[in-house]
Structure formats: C-alpha cells, structure tokens
C-alpha cells in the first residue's frame, strides 16, 4: 500500500522522499501518493511496539558511590517520580560576574588526579594582550586561579591595565605585570617579552586578545586608512606577538601554547552589519595560525584560534547596536550572547598540557550562531 498524504504536506515530502509523486485517479479532493519503494522511512528499537508511546511514571536509579572513608559500596537503587505534563521552560538567568579570584592552592594541586594536574597550566610563565578589560581581562583571571606562576599584561591603554594588573595581583597574590604595549609595535614588544623572559624565564603561553572592530562601514565607503589601522592591529598585531613570543620559546628551548583570538567572523559573514574589513582580519588571524602551527610544530610550540561568537563585552556595548543584538540574538539557538567570561574553561584548556595534541585548530564557541 501507498504512503497518503494531504497536499498541503506534500512538497516537504517531495524534499524527504526524493521520489516521483503520483497523483491518484481516485482520490476527492487531491491527494497524492508516493511509491512504496521511495518513501521516508524510520527504524525504531525492536523492544518497543510499532507507534507506542513510552510514558513511565518513575524512573529506575542505581548510584554507586563511595563510604565517607572512600570504598566503594554497594550501589544505592530507587526510583523516582515522573511528573505528568512537560516541565516549565524558565528563561536563563544571567550569570552574574564572578569578581573574586581564587588561585590554585598548590597543596590542591599535588592532591588532584593526573588528568585534573594536566588541566592546569601550574607554573607557566603566561602573555596575554588586550588583558586590560574584557575577555582577555577574564582569560587572564582564568588563568591565575587555574595556577599560573605569573600572568603579564599587555595592553594600549595604559590606565586600565595598570589597574586590571594592580586587582589581579591583589586578589590572586601572584605574579601580575602590565606592559604598555601596543601591538603594532614590533619594537616595543620585543623590548617587552625581553624583560618578561628576564623577570619570570620564557613565556609558555601566549593569548593574543587585543584586537578592535569596526561594524555597519559599507565597504564602497570605508576609509582605507581605517581599513590599513584595523589589519594592523588584529592581524599584523597577532603576527609581531606571536613571532616575539615565539622566538623567545625557541630560544629556551621551552614547548609553548600559542592562543590567537580571532573571530566566528573569520568563517562566516554577520548579519545584519556590513563589516568586510572585520571578517576578512579575522580570517587571515585563522589562517595565519593554522600555518604557524604547521611551521612551528618542530619547535613543540603548538598553534590554535579561538573563534568566539557575539560576546557581551564592552566592544558591543554600543546604544547602536540594541536592534542589532535582537536579530544576532534570534540567530543563535543559546538566544543569547556569549559572557564575558565565556572564553576561560576553553582558554585554560588550550594553554594546559590537556591540549598537547593540539595543534592548527580554530575552536568556535558561539551559543551555536554558526549551526544555522
Ligand atoms: N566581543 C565580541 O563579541 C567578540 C567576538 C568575537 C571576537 N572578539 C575578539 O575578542 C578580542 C577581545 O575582544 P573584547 O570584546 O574583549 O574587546 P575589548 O575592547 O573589551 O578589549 C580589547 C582590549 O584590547 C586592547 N587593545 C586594543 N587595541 C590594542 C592595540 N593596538 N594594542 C594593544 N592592546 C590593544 C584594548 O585596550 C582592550 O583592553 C578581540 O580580538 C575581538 O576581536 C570579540
């Protein structure tokens, strides 16, 4: 027997069935029938009868744990309730911002299991630009509290840096710097990792951070200095650090963890705004990492991107922006933007030892905007 259906569902069948669609003669008003042999299909598990609807009203648990002197026992088996009806979808809550931070007790440290050891970046020496606000300030906290031996900032802005150095020394109680650095700078940066080699020994990680946007520019109108300054600063600025940076962990001999923040514009192209300059710097930070880390491998120096989706920091803070955050918002299946401390976990595991396979990889973490 054929497979009925009412024609206002046919075309998305003709979509699944992929099979020629046969009108029947006899069917009032029209119905169409598509072939026994090309219709969509489904196998369900042989356990359950066909069109039968699992609905248990508890639901068996078995926990295996251990005593309070940590051997194990036998396992603990209850059921629980099934509540009738679907739970009640509750709207997020916004985390609020954690401003504490707590570094990693080393007594902690030695009593963690191997796998929690490597996920650490105890003890390295850790570089990371544009750590004056945002979401390399976070990363950097991240990093204090996940057991880093000092953590220096590089940043433009030399009052807020000074002061993100000035709290995260003050309430992690370790080694904390600010370098006023501009990342355009070849020289100063230079003159930078030099002093950081001498005051730590040679960096193992650097996250590059620092980086600017520039959104709704028409590119027949965008200004070329403005499209030079923005090349610049995020792509030629994630080049002149991680050469620096590079250089200086080859020249200790050291395995290091480069961390370049590029973008999910890099792979994709945002909507609404019109901001060709943005995404193509993006894309050349991805690229530039993934050859870096095919060139740098021999040097046990390790390469990798995050690409983050639309954070909620101070660069999209703009009143001009409101209308646009609805539409960026309705376009990512979380329905919201990333926090600003979004990026730690994977930032941490990027820089640790967990990540020693790693290498040329460009991370999207997106709340799934790039899913659609
Ligand atoms: N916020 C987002 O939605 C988003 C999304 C994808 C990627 N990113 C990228 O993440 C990175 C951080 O963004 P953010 O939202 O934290 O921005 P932010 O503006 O809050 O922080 C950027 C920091 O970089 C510093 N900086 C800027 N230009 C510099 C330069 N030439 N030299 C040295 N320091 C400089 C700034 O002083 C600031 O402290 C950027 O590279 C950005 O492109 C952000």
Not at 182 to 193: E, K, M, Q, S, W
């Amino acid at each position: 027997m054929g497979f009925v259906l009412a024609r206002s569902a046919v075309s998305s069948v003709r979509l699944a069935a992929k099979g020629p669609i046969i009108r029947s003669a006899l069917a009032k008003p029209a119905i169409y029938r598509i072939p026994v042999q090309s219709r969509a299909f489904s196998v369900a598990a042989p356990m359950f009868k066909k069109n039968e609807v699992i609905k248990e009203t508890e639901v068996p648990v078995s926990i295996y744990s251990p005593d309070g002197k940590g051997v194990a026992t036998g396992p603990d088996h209850f059921s629980i309730p099934v509540k009738a009806g679907a739970t009640p979808v509750t709207a997020p809550v916004e985390e609020a911002e954690n401003e504490d931070v707590v570094p990693l007790d080393p007594k902690v440290y030695k009593a963690m299991s191997p796998t929690m050891q490597k996920m650490t970046v105890m003890g390295k020496v850790i570089i990371i630009t544009g750590g004056a606000r945002g979401l390399g300030n976070h990363m950097a906290r991240a990093c204090a509290e996940a057991g880093a031996k000092a953590v220096v900032i590089f940043d433009a802005n030399q009052e807020l840096g000074d002061e993100a150095a000035e709290e995260l020394h003050r309430k992690s109680g370790i080694d904390v710097s600010f370098f006023k650095v501009d990342v355009r700078d070849g020289n100063a940066i230079n003159a930078a990792v030099e002093q950081v080699v001498d005051l730590y020994g040679a960096p193992d990680v650097l996250v590059n951070s620092a980086g600017i946007a520039d959104s709704n520019i028409k590119a027949e109108t965008y200004d070329p200095a403005m499209f030079r300054r923005l090349i610049d600063i995020n792509l030629t600025g994630s080049f002149l650090m991680a050469q620096s940076v590079g250089r200086a962990m080859m020249a200790a001999g050291k395995p290091g963890s480069i961390i370049l923040v590029a973008s999910m514009s890099g792979s994709i192209v945002n909507y609404p705004q019109e901001q060709s300059c943005y995404n193509a710097s993006k894309a050349g930070v991805i690229q530039f990492g993934k050859s870096l880390a095919a060139e740098w491998a021999k040097y046990s120096i390790r390469v990798n991107c995050i690409s983050p989706g639309y954070m909620d920091t101070a660069l999209n803070k703009v009143p001009a922006l409101d209308a646009q955050k609805k539409i960026w918002r309705s376009l990512t299946p979380q329905d919201r933007l990333g926090a600003v401390d979004d990026l730690n976990g994977l930032c941490v595991f990027l820089a640790s030892d967990a990540s020693s396979f790693m290498t040329g990889s460009n991370v999207l973490i997106d709340g799934g905007y790039t899913l659609y």
